[in-house]
């Protein structure tokens, strides 16, 4: 029964860590936008990397 005087108050602390914990990164906005990292992987950034006779589209003329 004593440890619930040291139980307690170590739960009261770190439940008020959590609360301050949640209000910092909503102020510091870190959920603005929750979408925009989702979709960055559908993005294309590697097409220095296909290989000239690979690639589809306007710039390729020597398939006419």
Do not use: C
């Amino acid at each position: 029964m004593e440890i619930l005087f040291i139980l307690i108050p170590i739960a009261i602390i770190l439940l008020g860590f959590a609360i301050w914990a949640f209000f910092w990164s909503v102020n510091t906005g870190q959920y603005d936008d929750l979408d925009s990292p989702a979709h960055s992987i559908l993005f294309d950034d590697d097409e220095d990397m296909i290989p000239d006779d690979a690639k589809q589209g306007k710039n390729n003329s020597s398939r006419d």
